[in-house]
């Protein structure tokens, strides 16, 4: 059941990963480098030129600009210094977004927009940074 899941909500985050494939092919001549991460459900472009740095989701694909996912990073609450929390790792931040993008589909964008983009007023990212230090809670709405 939960494969038949993952791969209905891949097909309704399809519109999404199709932006994300375009910016990561048009990365490649400059030197992008693409593959698969199982565990995190998206294809990865790493080395993607272009950005202030760090990674943005597609659906199921994660332009990153640097070398590897592997890597920790601070929460947005942290950067923005709302609190002290311990480092994140950012392949766990991008996980939480793939999900997010394969619950919600093509009203993920206009929904992250909405609640303010990127920063650390978007439940959005709080979300990703909570599933990211805790293993836990990437939904961005309270449980009712």
């Not at 990963?17 to 565990?39: K, Q, S, V």
């Not at 990865?44 to 070398?67: D, K, M, Q, S, Y």
Request: proline share 8%; hydrophobic share 45%.
């Amino acid at each position: 059941m939960r494969g038949l899941l993952l791969a209905l909500g891949a097909v309704w985050t399809l519109p999404n990963t199709a932006i994300g494939l375009a910016g990561g092919l048009a990365g490649l001549p400059f030197g992008a480098r693409p593959h698969w991460r199982a565990r995190d459900r998206a294809l990865v472009f790493e080395r993607w030129p272009w950005g202030p740095g760090g990674a943005i989701t597609f659906g199921n694909t994660i332009l990153h600009t640097g070398a590897s996912l592997d890597r920790t990073c601070a929460t947005y609450a942290h950067r923005a210094g709302l609190c002290v929390d311990a480092p994140i790792r950012l392949d766990d931040h991008e996980r939480a977004h793939v999900y997010q993008y394969m619950v919600l589909g093509p009203l993920f964008l206009p929904l992250y927009l909405l609640c303010g983009g990127i920063g650390v007023r978007n439940r959005f990212e709080r979300a990703a940074d909570r599933y990211a230090l805790t293993g836990r809670g990437w939904w961005p709405w309270p449980a009712p």
